[in-house]
Nanobody, 118 residues
Framework: QVQFVESGGGLVQPGGSLRLSCVAS????????MGWYRQAGGKQRELVAG???????DYADSLLGRFAITRDNTKNEVYLRMNDLGPEDTATYYC????????????WGRGTQVTVSA
């Protein structure tokens, strides 16, 4: 049974940056597409960035190039670098299979909270 543990969130001022990390255990994630998702209060969870097993990344159009997803398959980890953060980025961030954007996934980790506020 795979488990994902997200970390790196926190309180940051507008314009600031954060780097989120996701450690996967219980399964080798290297062949699979992974994604970072976020859910703000009262809204549906959305995919913000995805990366294939080979490292090809794609992003939600709304991010305007501010985020960068990477992975280290030797460590079974996925990362999300977030720059120029704004209040609209305030949410709980989760990592999971990229396919969870297309079908319901039963398992989600606890996520990591990102709050952007002055």
């Amino acid at each position: 049974q795979v488990q994902f543990v997200e970390s790196g969130g926190g309180l940051v001022q507008p314009g600031g940056s954060l780097r989120l990390s996701c450690v996967a255990s219980g399964r080798d994630i290297s062949p699979y597409g992974m994604g970072w998702y976020r859910q703000a209060g009262g809204k549906q969870r959305e995919l913000v960035a995805g990366i294939t097993g080979g490292g090809i990344a794609d992003y939600a159009d709304s991010l305007l190039g501010r985020f960068a997803i990477t992975r280290d398959n030797t460590k079974n980890e996925v990362y999300l670098r977030m720059n120029d953060l704004g209040p609209e980025d305030t949410a709980t961030y989760y990592c999971n299979w990229k396919g969870c954007a297309s079908y319901d996934c039963d398992y989600w980790g606890r996520g990591t909270q990102v709050t952007v506020s002055a």
